[in-house]
């Protein structure tokens, strides 16, 4: 008799539902079509939801969480004033608590402890406020013990000082108020179930207290600010490479929203680390914000970016084969920074990224006779323009790719999708009704790339697709 080690049978519980999981979707018919009713398109915050519960339940509790997020986003106006680029921001810490309402609704997950950077200050590495920066590490075992991956936490940016100064008494802004223990799910779960190709891995999220990306670096003494970014990610990454990264056979450095952004401003200085010896990668999850016009005619993400740029002293950080030839706002925007990078990379992004929708293409401010409003909380109620205006955004996204796909080494997966970040939440990243294209969920897309076994660039039809296809996350 052969006795399997724990692992081992985890393992093959993981291959198990990767050939049932395949089985199953090569099994539907993929062609492009349209949707069913508009009753299957959920409303806004479906993304606390996604998890079993029944319909009745379902509509209850949307109707409260409606409630919730209304008086929420009334408190935010309050705090901040009604400045719509200072608004939006501070909006990601209630989303974020959302998502972490989703992490522990389903099956009980990985909790993680937090590790501040003790030597962080002396190095001048610290949050807004001051405080210490820190991150969660699970350490890898047997066959990926000596793998590493990355996770940088998203939230939004800040770009006044008004802005940045509210931060601060939230965990974007301060370490004061990081929670001590997070729930690994999706890219970052220990379980091969949820997670078959990274689940034995070194996991690392680093906390995201900067408000820039981890890319400022300057100072509001009459504030009391510090914009630190840059050097809480070299901070993050010398302890890790003195906790067994610089030893890594293999690496990832991923990231969502905000996360994702920086996970591509940081992607060739990631790589910069390791020897020749170590395969280095990159993966930007929600992360291609999109210099784009709102419905009002404006640029309100390029406004904001301005803000953040100017405020915490970014330019000097950004890539030099940029802003040799562009203005160092429009070398904030991915758009303008992957055309340059060398270590391979995979882009994830959701068509109709729903914070980009939300928050950059048709804010309140951009439509001020609430043309929009309907279609802004459930993309059900958008009018075949309204469609119009988000396919041509789609198209921006897919033609600001299209030099970046040519590479084989790099990968891409461009869903249909009302959604933002996908490779944490577990619905998403691996599960029986994940998004798919072309047969393959995000994990199995992310994992065929990052070892070789084939080439991914997966592009989803446009919307509205049939109901196997779709999958809706309205902020």
């Known amino acids: 008799m052969i006795i399997k080690k724990d692992s081992e049978i985890v393992k093959a519980k993981g291959e198990r539902k990767y050939l049932a999981l395949k089985a199953k979707k090569e099994s539907s018919d993929e062609e492009c079509s349209t949707s069913g009713s508009k009753d299957e398109e959920y409303a806004m915050v479906n993304l606390i939801l996604s998890y079993m519960i029944s319909e009745q339940d379902l509509r209850m509790m949307n109707k409260y969480c409606e409630w919730v997020l209304i008086f929420m986003i009334g408190f935010c106006v309050l705090v901040n004033g009604f400045d719509e680029t200072e608004f939006h921001f501070n909006t990601s810490d209630v989303i974020s608590l959302l998502e972490a309402s989703s992490a522990v609704a389903g099956p009980k997950p990985l909790l993680v402890g937090l590790t501040l950077i003790s030597g962080a200050a002396a190095k001048g590495a610290v949050c807004l406020d001051g405080t210490l920066p820190g991150y969660h590490l699970h350490r890898g075992f047997e066959s990926g013990a000596n793998s590493w991956l990355i996770q940088l936490e998203g939230g939004g940016w800040c770009n006044t000082v008004r802005?940045?100064?509210?931060?601060?008494?939230?965990?974007?802004?301060?370490?004061?108020?990081?929670?001590?223990?997070l729930a690994f799910t999706g890219i970052l779960s220990n379980k091969a179930e949820e997670n078959p190709d990274f689940f034995n891995w070194n996991r690392v999220k680093v906390r995201y207290c900067d408000g820039a990306s981890f890319a400022g670096d300057s100072e509001d003494k009459a504030n009391n600010l510090q914009f630190r970014g840059q050097k809480i990610w070299l901070a993050a990454m010398e302890d890790l490479m003195l906790k067994g990264m610089k030893n890594a056979d293999q690496a990832l450095l991923s990231g969502c929203s905000a996360g994702g952004l920086a996970s591509?401003?940081?992607?060739?200085?990631?790589?910069?680390?390791f020897s020749g010896r170590t395969k280095v990668k990159c993966l930007a999850d929600a992360g291609m914000f999109m210099d784009a016009t709102d419905v009002g005619g404006g640029h309100t993400l390029r406004n904001m970016y301005e803000g953040v740029v100017t405020l915490q002293g970014i330019a000097k950080n950004l890539s030099p084969a940029c802003t040799s030839k562009l203005n160092p706002t429009s070398c904030f925007f991915p758009q303008n920074i992957v055309p340059h990078i060398k270590t391979p990379m995979f882009i994830l992004n959701a068509a109709y990224d729903s914070w980009q929708v939300v928050s950059s293409l048709s804010t309140p401010a951009a439509d001020p006779n609430g043309a929009w409003k309907a279609c802004r909380n459930n993309p059900g109620n958008c009018s075949p323009s309204q469609i119009n205006f988000f396919q041509d955004f789609r198209n921006q996204m897919l033609n600001a790719l299209k030099g970046f796909s040519?590479?084989?080494?790099?990968?891409?997966?461009?869903?249909?999708?009302?959604?933002?970040?996908?490779?944490?939440?577990?619905?998403?990243?691996?599960?029986?009704?994940?998004?798919?294209?072309?047969?393959?969920?995000?994990?199995?897309?992310?994992?065929?790339?990052?070892?070789?076994?084939?080439?991914?660039?997966?592009?989803?039809?446009?919307?509205?697709?049939?109901e196997s296809s779709m999958f809706f996350e309205w902020l």
């Not at 802005?163 to 223990?181: A, D, I, L």
């Open 406 to 466: 040519t590479s084989k080494e790099n990968g891409l997966f461009v869903n249909s999708c009302f959604a933002h970040c996908q490779t944490e939440r577990q619905d998403t990243w691996f599960a029986d009704d994940s998004p798919v294209i072309n047969n393959k969920a995000i994990a199995l897309a992310v994992g065929d790339w990052f070892f070789d076994r084939s080439s991914v660039k997966e592009t989803d039809c446009p919307y509205p697709l049939k």
């Open 163 to 181: 802005s940045c100064v509210y931060r601060k008494t939230t965990r974007r802004g301060s370490s004061n108020f990081f929670e001590k223990q």
């Open 264 to 273: 591509i401003l940081h992607c060739d200085e990631f790589g910069s680390l």
